[in-house]
């Protein structure tokens, strides 16, 4: 019988709890104590943090929940209330009472056991730090904005994007991000909340630096702080061209531009003819316009023969032409 932790604001089980008893769990009920876990949480399979719980300023309570396992919070429409709030890495919605058994079930059958951290990383390579290992299915939120960091992020594995959102929900990716990338130093570096959301693409694997280790590194290591300092440097200039990008260029070059950055951020050696499988809409937040203008385009493109599409598979068929026209 899987056993499930399950944090809620009083001592009562809820429905929700109920619920879990009568799918099959074993469920320990555990009242929210400020920052204060009575239990071992490495005995449970999962933690289910309860939606209404506030966590604001309980950064205690989030530390011993990170990297446990997989937390689920329950109910997603309540989480407005906690954009400013600090939760812990890797949580996953579950957005009805009725699918939080399944969706349990489901990400505990699927969920791998925590591998060994690789003897030779080149997160900090040569220095004496703790390191924490996350991974990430496909559309997993790693961090979201207005969050508090916990962990300086490097990635292992996989690919990543880097958005912001307005008040209507219309998505930006200003970075895409693979292995060796680091994300989310500058909130740490400001000890501010994260200021943009980053989202997993692929499956993909992520080392962590405990920031209390990173604050230490970044006072008595003149190395790393040089290194964070060009990276922040490095990202200014970026998001200064990506903003005159938006302005001046047209949909047709920004296009190209798009495609080209998938193909120097993401072509492996191995492959003669770059392929890659990404959604009209995640391409078109890249883009910064709407999906039904970029499909237009890249039917342009197509007809063009610059691209092919197979299967939701976009295929550079003549990179020299599209980096002419992202350049001209």
């Given at each position: 019988?899987?056993?499930?932790?399950?944090?809620?604001?009083n001592?009562?089980?809820?429905?929700?709890?109920?619920?879990?008893?009568q799918?099959?769990?074993?469920?320990?009920?555990?009242p929210?104590?400020q920052?204060?876990?009575?239990?071992?949480?490495?005995?449970?399979?999962?933690?289910?943090?309860?939606?209404?719980?506030?966590?604001?300023?309980?950064?205690?309570?989030v530390?011993?929940?990170?990297?446990?396992?997989?937390?689920?919070?329950?109910?997603?429409?309540?989480?407005?209330?906690?954009?400013?709030?600090?939760?812990?890495?890797?949580?996953?919605?579950?957005?009805?009472?009725?699918?939080?058994?399944?969706?349990?079930?489901?990400?505990?059958?699927n969920?791998?056991?925590m591998?060994?951290?690789?003897?030779?990383?080149?997160?900090?390579?040569?220095?004496?730090?703790?390191?924490?290992?996350?991974?990430?299915?496909?559309?997993?939120?790693?961090?979201?904005?207005?969050?508090?960091?916990?962990?300086?992020?490097?990635?292992?594995?996989?690919?990543?994007?880097?958005?912001?959102?307005?008040?209507?929900?219309?998505?930006?990716?200003i970075?895409?991000?693979?292995?060796?990338?680091y994300?989310?130093?500058?909130?740490?570096?400001?000890?501010?909340?994260y200021?943009?959301?980053?989202?997993?693409?692929?499956?993909?694997?992520?080392?962590?630096?405990?920031?209390?280790?990173?604050?230490?590194?970044?006072?008595?290591?003149?190395?790393?702080?040089?290194k964070?300092?060009?990276?922040?440097?490095?990202?200014?200039?970026e998001?200064?061209?990506?903003?005159?990008?938006l302005?001046?260029?047209?949909?047709r070059?920004?296009?190209?531009?798009?495609?080209?950055?998938?193909?120097?951020?993401?072509?492996?050696e191995v492959?003669?003819?770059?392929?890659?499988?990404?959604?009209?809409?995640?391409?078109?937040?890249?883009?910064?316009?709407?999906?039904?203008?970029?499909?237009?385009?890249?039917?342009?493109?197509?007809?063009?023969?610059?691209?092919?599409?197979?299967?939701?598979n976009?295929?550079?068929?003549?990179?020299?032409?599209?980096?002419?026209?992202?350049?001209?």
């Amino acid at each position: 019988m899987k056993q499930l932790l399950f944090i809620q604001p009083n001592e009562l089980p809820g429905i929700a709890a109920k619920k879990l008893k009568q799918a099959g769990f074993s469920v320990t009920v555990q009242p929210f104590q400020q920052d204060y876990l009575p239990h071992d949480i490495s005995t449970f399979d999962l933690v289910v943090l309860d939606s209404l719980l506030q966590v604001h300023g309980h950064e205690e309570l989030v530390r011993q929940l990170d990297g446990h396992s997989l937390v689920v919070v329950y109910n997603p429409s309540k989480l407005p209330t906690l954009s400013t709030a600090h939760l812990p890495t890797g949580w996953i919605e579950v957005s009805s009472l009725r699918k939080l058994p399944g969706a349990i079930k489901s990400q505990i059958k699927n969920s791998r056991k925590m591998p060994a951290m690789p003897e030779i990383s080149s997160l900090l390579p040569g220095l004496s730090v703790t390191r924490k290992f996350y991974q990430y299915k496909k559309k997993q939120v790693i961090y979201a904005e207005g969050h508090h960091p916990c962990n300086l992020l490097y990635i292992e594995k996989g690919k990543v994007k880097v958005f912001k959102k307005n008040n209507e929900g219309k998505e930006l990716t200003i970075a895409l991000l693979t292995r060796g990338d680091y994300l989310g130093y500058a909130a740490l570096l400001e000890e501010s909340v994260y200021k943009d959301s980053a989202q997993a693409m692929e499956d993909t694997e992520i080392t962590g630096v405990p920031r209390e280790e990173f604050e230490v590194l970044m006072n008595t290591d003149k190395s790393v702080a040089k290194k964070f300092i060009r990276l922040l440097a490095s990202n200014v200039s970026e998001q200064e061209s990506q903003l005159l990008k938006l302005a001046y260029n047209s949909l047709r070059k920004r296009v190209a531009e798009a495609l080209m950055n998938l193909v120097q951020k993401y072509k492996t050696e191995v492959q003669a003819q770059f392929s890659i499988h990404i959604s009209r809409e995640e391409l078109a937040n890249m883009v910064g316009t709407a999906t039904e203008s970029l499909i237009r385009t890249l039917s342009d493109f197509k007809h063009e023969k610059l691209i092919q599409i197979k299967a939701g598979n976009i295929i550079i068929a003549d990179g020299k032409k599209l980096r002419q026209i992202a350049e001209c």
